[in-house]
């Protein structure tokens, strides 16, 4: 089985930060709109999904050098404060076989990240961003994970993968993957256990600790050792 991890928001909390720098900035821009909505409304998607939605209802575009600047600010903000969310990496000490990160972040993104807390070697060189791999677009579309799956050789239903989000739960589900949802981020909110599994999770964990005990009865269903 090929464990397969969503960073932000599941082994980072960077969610909370882009959550907290979303709203500050789209507020200024006149589209006013709390850390809590932003993470109920868009946790998942990437900046410029975002932008589209924002656009439409204001009914105009947001200043040319809108997106420049947030993700500025972003990265400036997760190389000072981002930390790795309790118990992620005793986990990953934990599961024995493959494993690989796939974002919607960029490359450039993910290191910045994971040098900061210290997991880019647990991980590469299989960390895939959805924007920068196969067809190149980003969850809820199931590029990436269908991308990791043929990298990694090995078949959809093959692969466990952890989300916190609903775009990426749906992303996961579409390529034909086993997938569990994540509650354990400082972004979390009331009813988003309810809504992963809406989105067609097999099941939801808080703490990590739970984890390896869940991969194990997923692949005792799927008749794996």
């Not at 999770?201 to 869940?214: G, N, Y």
Request: aromatic share 8%; charged share 30%.
């Amino acid at each position: 089985m090929l464990f397969a991890f969503d960073c932000d928001g599941v082994l980072v909390d960077s969610e909370v930060i882009a959550s907290e720098v979303d709203a500050e900035m789209l507020t200024k821009a006149g589209y006013e709109i709390s850390a809590a909505e932003v993470n109920q409304r868009f946790a998942g998607l990437t900046h410029v999904a975002i932008h589209d939605i924002v656009e439409k209802e204001i009914g105009h575009k947001l200043p040319a050098d809108f997106l420049q600047e947030q993700e500025a600010e972003v990265d400036r903000r997760l190389g000072r404060d981002l930390k790795l969310i309790e118990g992620a990496r005793e986990m990953l000490e934990t599961i024995e076989g493959p494993r690989c990160l796939c974002s919607n972040s960029t490359t450039k993104r993910l290191k910045i990240e994971l040098d900061r807390v210290r997991l880019w070697d647990q991980f590469a060189p299989n960390i895939f961003s959805a924007v920068e791999v196969g067809d190149k677009k980003p969850k809820p579309a199931p590029n990436v994970y269908e991308y990791a799956a043929r990298t990694m050789g090995v078949e959809p239903r093959e692969v466990l993968v952890l989300e916190d989000s609903v775009f990426g739960i749906h992303a996961a589900k579409a390529a034909g993957c086993r997938v569990i949802g994540f509650t354990g981020g400082g972004h979390t909110w009331l009813g988003h256990a309810d809504l992963l599994i809406e989105a067609g999770a097999e099941t939801v964990i808080k703490r990590f600790s739970d984890f390896p005990r869940i991969a194990e009865a997923v692949m005792s269903w799927e008749g794996m050792k």
